[in-house]
């Protein structure tokens, strides 16, 4: 299927663990970004990419970590969830030289006991 | 002072209302702004598209640009139940560096009832 893909839908982990949430997209596009979403705060910017192997930090990166080995997935690991952790997670893809428009994945909802 | 402010609402409203939200923003520099719809348990999906100051229209929907004011809104007309989502607006600037770099409203709860 086309479009931007997330997995898992839906986590649920304990302290201390380590979750990785998947993101892949068929479109070839350069961006690709992860946010967090949490009442109150809205959408934050994790962490972004430019392109493969080429990532840059966004606004709360701590306790995150991204790889972007293929320009399709771009995966987000969380080496040691703690529950200020739980949020909905989406991913988003942009292409090169088009300002601004973001495409998003459905999101994970992702819960740290 | 956050550089956009969105008032979270939420905004219950009737079928065939019109409805008008905003945003305020205190950086100049912005270039573009954008609106976004997010149903329940989805992800955002761009609804508006602007530049520039004025209005733009698509269909029922009107997106404003004020940057002497640092204001810009978007208007539903004749609102439908299928448009009941919330709606965040974003704004970036389209310099080196930056044009990646969106900065987002917390998004408005709209509810319209049949």
């Known amino acids: 299927d086309a479009g931007i893909t997330q997995s898992p839908r839906y986590k649920i982990t304990e302290t201390g663990r380590q979750v990785t949430l998947m993101c892949h997209q068929t479109?070839?596009?350069?961006?690709m970004f992860w946010y967090r979403q949490d009442l109150g705060h809205g959408l934050r910017l994790i962490y972004y990419?430019?392109?493969?192997?080429?990532?840059d930090k966004g606004e709360v990166p701590d306790g995150y970590v991204v790889s972007r080995s293929k320009t399709e997935n771009f995966p987000l690991t969380l080496e040691s969830a703690t529950r200020s952790q739980t949020s909905v997670y989406f991913c988003a893809s942009k292409a090169s030289g088009v300002t601004g428009e973001l495409f998003f994945g459905e999101g994970s909802r992702l819960t740290v006991l | 002072q956050k550089e956009v402010e969105q008032d979270p609402g939420p905004l219950s409203v009737p079928e065939g209302a019109i409805v008008s939200l905003n945003c305020t923003y205190s950086n100049s520099a912005f270039q573009y702004f954008m609106w976004y719809r997010q149903y329940s348990r989805k992800g955002p999906e761009l609804l508006m598209y602007?530049?520039s100051s004025g209005n733009k229209e698509d269909g029922r929907f009107t997106a404003q640009v004020d940057k002497s004011s640092k204001y810009i809104s978007l208007f539903i007309r004749d609102s439908q139940p299928s448009d009941s989502a919330t709606y965040l607006c974003?704004?970036?600037?389209?310099?080196?560096?930056?044009?990646?770099?969106?900065?987002w409203g917390l998004g408005t709860s709209l509810a319209v009832n049949p």
């Open positions: 479109w070839s596009h350069s961006y």
């Open positions: 602007t530049y």
């Open positions: 990419s430019a392109a493969a192997d080429i990532t």
């Open positions: 974003a704004m970036g600037r389209n310099d080196a560096g930056n044009n990646r770099k969106l900065i």
